[in-house]
């Protein structure tokens, strides 16, 4: 075997290590905020894949296909507004961005918790699902990518992408109110989970990447 073979899986091996023991680290509490960010990427495929499962498969909603997507998503959000507040560092939960994003979130799911009692008007009912959810990615991805640019914890290409989402998003979300409403509509739940998954999932496999270059 070449040197240079010995010297590429000495490298890999190094490489693995160092990315086992981050990740580890990443959700070993107290949760730093990239350990948050994986939970908000679990609870995306979790949300959005149960929701396209549930929405494709009626009889395997226990209470009706709509409330227990909401359901689904009320017990998710919860979840991650726990870990948020118990198990991350104090300097996460001192964070703006992430008191938006928690905000926002709670705010989606009262509205979806409220269109279930039918207190809100018909006319605003067919909004009050996943419009709330687009909104609130939409809105928290562009303060992630705009707040405090100057700070070193978010790397500018990770901002552009957040930022891009964020817009995108909104866009998405204001064509569904016209010419694009039907295809939002049959697609939101895969829609959702790209808009929801890709900025994290980008965010956190650029860091490992960084990482694994540096040995």
């Known amino acids: 075997m070449s040197g240079e073979v010995v010297d590429a899986v000495d490298r890999a091996h190094r490489s693995g290590v160092v990315l086992a023991l981050y990740f580890r680290r990443l959700l070993a509490p107290p ?3 990239d350990g948050l960010l994986l939970f908000g990427f679990l609870e995306g495929v979790l949300g959005w ?3 396209w499962l549930l929405s494709q498969n009626p009889s395997l909603a226990p209470v009706g296909v709509i409330p227990s997507i909401v359901l689904t998503w009320v017990v998710l959000t919860g979840g991650i507004v726990l870990v948020g507040v118990t198990y991350t560092a104090p300097t996460v939960r001192r964070n ?3 008191l938006v994003w928690g905000g926002l979130n709670v705010v989606a799911t009262a509205v979806n ?3 279930l009692t039918g207190a809100l ?3 605003l009912l067919v909004y009050a699902y996943w419009h709330p959810w687009l909104a609130v990615m939409g809105v928290g991805y562009l303060v992630t990518g705009l707040y405090n640019r100057k700070s070193p914890q978010i790397r500018q290409q990770e ?3 957040y930022a ?3 817009l995108v998003t909104l866009g998405v979300l204001a064509a569904s109110l016209g010419p694009m409403r039907g295809f939002v509509t049959a697609n939101i739940f895969v829609l959702g989970g790209v808009f929801q998954l890709v900025p994290i999932g980008h965010d956190v496999v650029a860091d490992a990447v960084l990482i ?4």
């Open 121 to 123: 008007p018909s006319g």
């Open 49 to 51: 894949g149960l929701s």
């Open 113 to 115: 918790v409220v269109a």
């Open 31 to 33: 949760l730093p905020g």
């Open 96 to 98: 703006r961005v992430w």
């Open 159 to 161: 901002r552009l992408v």
């Open 164 to 166: 891009a989402t964020g």
């Open 212 to 215: 694994a270059r540096q040995q």
